[in-house]
């Protein structure tokens, strides 16, 4: 048995972040596994650096609007097969999705859509959610477990909010969007975080980049590590790294037993 270490962060711009010092804090943290969010950019804007970093297997999905949404992944373990998106163009265009199958589970880096200020975006999001939850069940028919980590873009409870009266009519704690999550956990896959800590207050993981909001830590908790129930015996930790700066999200992780 090892034990990988394995992180997912929304960047908020992976050129951005890589002028706050990103890779200095990756050369320094040394994950199995990092899960890369909202890259903003194609293959051709990136530097060297960023596409060939020592040691890892790197992995990039970008839409085809530039400077909007993407994914990434950085992985020590070459995977036995990647896949990219849910398989439907309307969904796939903005390259939210990166899929990892190794020999133990198989691995979701999602960037879930966002609801839009106006929530006009909400139905395609509920939407997307149904799509990668259809998919994910496909792997566990066939006996696979199944990791999914990234910006799922919702705050499924009360407690994973500050302000939750206030944000009742706001995509990421809408009902609906909230309901979504009660279904994925029905489906049985187990927040990893909250597995641990079922009663932690404060515990966030975005906080919008104006009103000090970070400094008061007035925050939603949007980012995530579900796992299926076959592998909550491999689970050793869940953390939230809110103390990691460069973007208005923070690292979240698992450490995992295989």
Request: include cysteine.
């Amino acid at each position: 048995m090892s034990k990988l270490t394995l992180l997912s962060w929304n960047v908020n711009g992976i050129r951005a972040a890589l002028r706050k010092g990103f890779l200095d804090w990756f050369a320094k943290t040394k994950p199995d596994f990092l899960g890369i969010q909202e890259t903003r950019a194609h293959t051709e804007q990136l530097s060297t650096d960023l596409l060939d970093i020592p040691g890892y297997h790197a992995y990039y999905r970008s839409g085809k609007r530039k400077g909007y949404a993407g994914t990434a992944a950085f992985t020590r373990y070459a995977p036995d097969k990647i896949e990219y998106g849910l398989g439907e163009e309307r969904f796939d265009n903005e390259g939210r999705l990166i899929i990892l199958h190794y020999p133990e589970f198989v691995l979701f880096n999602v960037y879930v859509p966002n609801g839009s200020k106006d929530n006009y975006r909400v139905p395609y999001k509920l939407e997307y959610c149904e799509r990668m939850l259809e998919l994910s069940e496909s792997f566990r028919k066939q006996g696979k477990g199944v990791i999914l980590c990234g910006d799922f873009n919702t705050a499924h409870r009360e407690i994973d909010i500050a302000r939750p009266r206030a944000n009742e009519k706001h995509t990421g704690f809408l009902p609906s969007e909230r309901a979504w999550l009660d279904r994925f956990t029905d489906h049985g896959y187990v927040d990893t975080f909250r597995h641990f800590y079922p009663d932690k207050r404060e515990a966030y993981t975005w906080w919008n980049q104006r009103f000090g909001a970070r400094e008061r830590n007035v925050g939603w908790r949007l980012d995530y590590f579900f796992i299926t129930p076959d592998l909550l015996s491999n689970l050793k930790s869940a953390f939230i790294l809110p103390d990691v700066m460069g973007s208005d999200h923070c690292p979240v992780g698992i450490e995992l037993e295989v």
